[in-house]
C-alpha cells in the first residue's frame, strides 16, 4: 500500500514537471523568440570588456607592426548606440592608431564636390583603423529619407558602392561594416531620455525630432542599403543594441575575429635610476585648481 501511493505521488510529481516544461516551451513558440538574456552586472561587463580591450591593443600593436589598413563603419538610426559602442572599442587604444571620423554636414564646398570625396581623405594608412560614425551611406539613409538627395542620385550611389567597396578592398583595406538594430519602443526611450539629462542634451539634434516620425520610410531604406550593397566581398553585420552593453561586447568580440592579429612579445622594461632632488624648484606663486572636491 506505502509503495502504490509512493508510485502515485512520483507520477504527479513528473506530471507536474512536464506540464512546466511544456508551458515553457508553447510561451517560447508563442513569443516566435527565446527569452532575453538576462542583463549583465555591471562587474560582468568591467570583467569582459577588460579582456576584450587588452585584446584590442594587441591588435592594435600588431596592425602598427605589420601595416595593417583597417576600416569599421558604423551606421543605424538615431539612438541605436553607435558613440558608446566606438567609445566602448577607443577608450584604451591610440588615437593615434584608432581615429574616429564623425564628419558635420557637408559645407557649401563639399556639397559642390564628387560625392564620398570628403571621405575618401580620411580612409587609413598603413597602421590605422579607421572608424566612421555614420559614413558615405548617409546617401543611402538620411540623405534620401530626409530629402538632401535626389533619389536618383540616391540609386547611383548604390549602384555605385559596392565597386568602390571592392576597390577600397584590393588597396589593401580590411573593410567592416556594422549595423546597429534597436527597436522602435528602445529608441524612443533612448531619445526622450536625451531631453532631460545634461549630459546628453547635445546627442538630440533637430534632425532627431524630425526623423522620428519617419520609422518606416528608414526601414525601406535600409532595406534597400542592404539589397544593393551586402555583397560576399563587403558584407553587412546586423548587431541587436537593444542591450547597450552586450552589443559592445559582441561588437568588439566579432571585431577581433575579422582582423587578424597575434599578439607580440611584450619588450623588457627596465627603468634607470630616479635622481631627484638634484634641482631645488622655484618658489612661484601657482595659480593652483581649487580643491573643491
Not at 83 to 106: Q, W
Not at 157 to 165: K, R, S, T
Not at 207 to 213: F, I, R
Amino acid at each position: 500500500m506505502a509503495k502504490k501511493n509512493a508510485d502515485k505521488k512520483d507520477e504527479r510529481k513528473g506530471k507536474g514537471k512536464k506540464g512546466k516544461g511544456d508551458a515553457g516551451k508553447a510561451g517560447a513558440d508563442k513569443r516566435g523568440a527565446s527569452t532575453p538574456a538576462e542583463k549583465l552586472s555591471g562587474k560582468d561587463y568591467d570583467r569582459e570588456l577588460k579582456k576584450l580591450h587588452a585584446e584590442l591593443v594587441s591588435m592594435q600593436q600588431w596592425v602598427v607592426a605589420k601595416g595593417l589598413k583597417v576600416c569599421v563603419i558604423f551606421e543605424g538610426r538615431d539612438g541605436a548606440g553607435k558613440g558608446g559602442t566606438i567609445k566602448a572599442i577607443t577608450e584604451r587604444t591610440s588615437p593615434r592608431v584608432f581615429r574616429v571620423i564623425a564628419l558635420p554636414a557637408p559645407t557649401e564646398r563639399e556639397k559642390s564636390q564628387m560625392y564620398a570625396q570628403r571621405y575618401l581623405q580620411h580612409m587609413p594608412s598603413a597602421g590605422e583603423v579607421v572608424i566612421f560614425d555614420r559614413s558615405y551611406y548617409n546617401r543611402a539613409g538620411v540623405e534620401r529619407v530626409m530629402g538632401f538627395c535626389t533619389e536618383e542620385q540616391a540609386q547611383r550611389f548604390l549602384g555605385v558602392v559596392p565597386m568602390f567597396e571592392q576597390l577600397m578592398i584590393k588597396s589593401g583595406i580590411i573593410l567592416l561594416k556594422y549595423w546597429l538594430e534597436v527597436s522602435p519602443e528602445e529608441q524612443a526611450r533612448r531619445l526622450k531620455a536625451r531631453i532631460g539629462d545634461g549630459r546628453k542634451t547635445w546627442k538630440l539634434s533637430p534632425m532627431d525630432v524630425k526623423s522620428y516620425d519617419r520609422w518606416d520610410d528608414y526601414t525601406k531604406a535600409r532595406d534597400e542599403m542592404f539589397a544593393a550593397t551586402d555583397t560576399s566581398w563587403a558584407p553587412w553585420f546586423v548587431a541587436k543594441s537593444e542591450d547597450k552593453q552586450r552589443v559592445r561586447l559582441n561588437v568588439i568580440s566579432h571585431l577581433l575575429k575579422h582582423v587578424p592579429y597575434k599578439t607580440l612579445p611584450a619588450p623588457k622594461v627596465k627603468f634607470p635610476e630616479r635622481n631627484v632632488g638634484r634641482y631645488k624648484a622655484v618658489d612661484f606663486p601657482f595659480k593652483y585648481v581649487p580643491e573643491v572636491f
